[in-house]
């Protein structure tokens, strides 16, 4: 049974650094493209960033380029999102997901099978 679980959440000062992970277990990542999606209080769900299977073509949100870079390591199963200059309105819960082959846009919340619970990131003074 395939599981995605996040770690590396918390709250850090606006212009601060936090770097999540997303291990999975019960499939190969390799054979996934990969996304972080991210939904704040009252609003919905939001693509933050992805990653085509075979390492292929990255996008990111407009509100995040330049901040944020994803990343995957196979070797380990895992998936990150390296988040630097940090602002409050980053504050959501932040949640990996994964698909074989999404068919649509990549912000599509529709398009991705897998989901990890999700973690929380507060970006606060």
């Known amino acids: 049974q395939a599981q995605f679980v996040e770690s590396g959440g918390g709250l850090v000062q606006p212009g601060g650094s936090l770097r999540l992970s997303c291990a999975a277990s019960?499939?190969?990542?390799?054979?996934?493209?990969i996304a972080w999606f991210r939904q704040a209080p009252g609003k919905e769900r939001e693509g933050v960033s992805y990653?085509?299977?075979?390492?292929?073509?990255?996008s990111y949100a407009d509100s995040v380029k330049g901040r944020f870079t994803i990343s995957r390591d196979n070797a380990k199963n895992t998936m990150y999102l390296q988040m630097s200059g940090l602002k409050p309105e980053d504050t959501a819960f932040y949640y990996c997901?994964?698909?074989?082959?999404?068919?649509?846009?990549?912000?599509?919340?529709?398009?991705?099978?897998?989901w990890g619970r999700g973690i929380q990131v507060t970006v606060s003074s």
């Open positions: 997901a994964a698909d074989p082959r999404p068919k649509g846009p990549w912000d599509d919340v529709r398009q991705w099978f897998h």
């Open positions: 019960g499939v190969t990542l390799d054979y996934y493209a």
């Open positions: 990653i085509a299977r075979n390492n292929g073509p990255i």
